[in-house]
């Protein structure tokens, strides 16, 4: 089994920056890719980043690209998500989330963990 834990987020204006951290723990050696989610309030939870464990291959959304910024510490085992030019719509839940398969076609339904789960707020 495989515990997720973030840390991070918060109140932030927009244009301004945020980091969120998620912490693996537990049987870390199942995991090939790690990856974040996020969910608005009456929306549905959608694909954000993901990167492979070895941190070779990253793949973004098309909504954050050039402006978030995943990496992963491996002797940490956490992946952290720099988030800048943070704009009211990506007010949402950020979700940690791996996996043990090494393909990047991100499916929710495919995700063997989560996290519990930050809260981002962007004002305007």
């Known amino acids: 089994q495989v515990q997720l834990v973030e840390s991070g987020g918060g109140l932030v204006q927009a244009g301004g920056s945020l980091r969120l951290s998620c912490a693996a723990s537990g049987r870390t050696v199942s995991i090939y890719t790690m990856g974040w989610f996020r969910q608005a309030p009456g929306k549905e939870r959608e694909f954000v980043v993901g990167?492979?464990?070895?941190?070779?291959?990253?793949y973004y959304a098309d909504s954050v690209k050039g402006r978030f910024t995943v990496s992963r510490d491996a002797a940490k085992n956490t992946v952290y998500l720099q988030m800048n030019n943070l704009k009211p719509e990506d007010t949402a839940a950020y979700y940690c989330?791996?996996?043990?398969?090494?393909?990047?076609?991100?499916?929710?339904?495919?995700?063997?963990?989560w996290g519990q789960g930050a809260q981002v707020t962007v004002s305007s």
């Open positions: 989330a791996a996996r043990r398969s090494w393909s990047m076609a991100w499916n929710i339904n495919e995700v063997d963990y």
């Open positions: 990167i492979r464990w070895t941190g070779s291959t990253t």
